[in-house]
């Protein structure tokens, strides 16, 4: 899969999660990145490369949530995180996050 490929495919999760009212909040995900180095990940006004992630704690998820910085906020509050980093048009890196 392409970086577009990826963009399309949590665009279209995000879309059916609120069309089916299981999530309340989502951000767009978004391309940053280039010379060979390329993210996919949620837009977040405030960064222009991935946040960097501390632990699975309360204060991280109310960090991020203060932050905005997640795909999907489900109706339960819970938090998904869909991220992944190409290097060369491959995917080299990942992060899928279920913060509960």
């Not at 978004?30 to 993210?39: K, T």
């Amino acid at each position: 899969m392409t970086p577009n490929d990826v963009r399309a495919e949590i665009d279209r999760l995000t879309l059916t999660l609120l069309e089916k009212a299981l999530a309340v909040d989502s951000n767009r995900a978004v391309r940053l990145g280039g010379g060979g180095r390329e993210w996919v990940t949620c837009a977040s006004p405030q960064d222009q490369e991935p946040p960097l992630y501390a632990s699975a704690s309360v204060e991280e998820y109310v960090r991020l949530l203060r932050h905005r910085q997640y795909s999907v906020l489900l109706r339960d509050f819970a938090m998904l995180q869909l991220w992944l980093e190409f290097e060369r048009g491959a995917p080299s890196k990942h992060r899928f996050c279920f913060f509960p």
